[in-house]
């Protein structure tokens, strides 16, 4: 079955430049959720998408912005990365009218600043 | 603020025993409750979930227990096995989808 995919899978960027990670979720899939985990943490709920509207927002850093694509994909920029960005992101994905137990998560990316 | 606790960051069992994994919350809206399994490198797996209006939920080896009055759920596997090794995190949902996460317990099952 199809599962949700995340590229890049590795990201390594210097301090201040640019970052976009991607995110493709499962067909028939319209709701998007970013997470971020850092070393040693739990994951926490960075921003979600249902239908192309940002459906929540949570501890997101106003350097960084998301949006959901006609095609469902989503993308996270961020911009002016910091040292603490270094993290894995998650996205996980959900079919319109389910609880969160459908909620299917992507293998991350980890992103890396120096 | 961690609204989401897991206690023991990790736990050793010996295969074929029971491994009990648990889980405190402190928000009272939380009306709904799942358990993760992820592996390194990987995003987290569903394993279970509960809702607030019921106090067991099984399938198969995995069984959630939740004492509302308490703020308390576990997560019990029985009977263990290596295959199980792994992080376990618990969450809990107050707004559609939105998932808290506790810190995660690490689970080592030994053949």
């Known amino acids: 079955a199809a599962g949700v995919i995340q590229s890049p899978r590795h990201l390594i960027k210097e301090k201040r430049e640019t970052a976009t990670l991607k995110c493709y979720p499962i067909p028939r899939h319209d709701t998007v959720y970013w997470y971020q985990q850092g070393p040693g943490q739990d994951p926490q709920f960075l921003i979600s998408?249902?239908?192309?509207?940002?459906?929540d927002k949570g501890s997101i850093p106003d350097r960084f912005s998301a949006q959901q694509f006609s095609d469902y994909h989503s993308e996270l920029n961020m911009s002016s990365l910091e040292l603490g960005d270094s993290a894995l992101y998650f996205c996980?994905?959900?079919?319109?009218?389910?609880?969160?137990?459908?909620?299917?998560f992507g293998p991350g990316t980890r992103l890396t600043v120096l | 603020d961690q609204q989401v606790k897991q206690n023991s960051p990790s736990l050793s069992v010996q295969e074929g025993r029971i491994s009990i994994l648990n889980c405190d919350y402190t928000?009272?809206?939380?009306?709904?409750f799942l358990w993760y399994k992820k592996y390194p490198a990987e995003g987290p797996t569903f394993l279970i979930s509960i809702s607030s209006i019921k106090d067991k939920n099984e399938d198969g080896r995995f069984t959630v227990f939740l004492n509302k009055s308490a703020k308390h759920l576990s997560l019990h596997i029985v009977p263990s096995q290596p295959g199980d090794s792994a992080v376990y995190f618990c969450a809990a949902v107050t707004s559609y989808g939105k998932l808290t996460f506790g810190q995660g317990t690490i689970l080592t099952v030994h053949p």
């Open positions: 996980a994905s959900s079919p319109m009218g389910t609880r969160a137990d459908t909620q299917y």
């Open positions: 998408f249902y239908e192309k509207m940002q459906s």
């Open positions: 928000n009272s809206m939380f009306d709904y």
